[in-house]
């Protein structure tokens, strides 16, 4: 039961364009979300959070939107960079202290 | 300042043989958590702990075993190591629930492969 989903595998796009990474969940007791970047090799590093309490956080060319009616929520990504390139995973988070992540979107941002 | 601290970086275990995988972090963080990589998978919770003398089970616990008698390690152990265990292995901490005020901070992880 994969109650956090990224139904795109991988996306691709040019240099200075928009990317929107997508996600969905199925527990309605999710009240916050994350995003997280990782690079090979590496531990996954913290991007941006919202709480269920807003539809929107905004930090910097990251901004991450939040639908709970549709559960779901997606991270745009304005202007993309090369550097940009990694794999980004969504995560979901109640009170139990779990932190419950998607499958990960790879992100190919092309010069 | 290390923060979370993961060891080794590789292993290659033969089937039925058993292995700590160790977790340290210097930040003074009461949450930790074991999590596991399987590719086109994401990361899968196996245990996690709010605080030293308390863990528990995340999604797929069966096959492992955790302790945390300190509030800087939290070891992650594999007693009967099987094929199905091959993975990359990343512990993280946080310092309270892992909101947005109190992200998790990852380790570099540990690849485990189980022949």
């Known amino acids: 039961d994969q109650q956090v989903k990224q139904n795109s595998p991988s996306l691709s796009v040019q240099e200075g364009r928009i990317s929107i990474l997508n996600c969905d969940y199925t527990?309605?007791?999710?009240?916050?979300f994350l995003w997280y970047k990782k690079y090979p090799a590496e531990g996954p590093t913290f991007l941006i959070s919202?709480?269920?309490?807003?539809d929107k956080n905004e930090d910097g060319r990251f901004t991450v939107f939040l639908n709970k009616s549709a559960k779901h929520l997606s991270l745009h990504i304005v202007p993309s960079q090369p550097g940009d390139s990694a794999v980004y995973f969504c995560?979901?988070?109640?009170?139990?202290?779990?932190?419950?992540f998607g499958q990960g979107t790879t992100l190919q941002v092309k010069p | 300042n290390a923060g979370v601290t993961q060891t080794p970086k590789f292993r290659i275990l033969k089937i039925g043989q058993s292995m700590t995988l160790q977790c340290t972090q210097d930040?003074?963080?009461?949450?930790m958590y074991w999590y596991r990589q399987d590719p086109g998978m994401g990361l899968k919770l196996i245990y996690y702990?709010?605080?030293?003398?308390?863990?528990d089970k995340g999604e797929v616990p069966n096959g492992y075993n955790v302790s945390r008698s300190t509030t800087e390690d939290f070891p992650l152990r594999l007693e009967l190591a099987a094929p199905s265990q091959t993975s990359v292995y990343f512990c993280?901490?946080?310092?309270?629930?892992?909101?947005?005020?109190?992200?998790?901070?990852f380790g570099n992880g540990t690849r485990l492969t189980v022949t």
């Open positions: 919202i709480s269920s309490i807003k």
């Open positions: 993280a901490s946080s310092y309270a629930r892992g909101r947005g005020d109190s992200p998790l901070h």
């Open positions: 995560a979901a988070g109640s009170n139990t202290g779990k932190l419950i």
């Open positions: 930040m003074n963080h009461n949450y």
């Open positions: 527990n309605s007791m999710f009240d916050y």
């Open positions: 702990s709010v605080g030293a003398g308390i863990t």
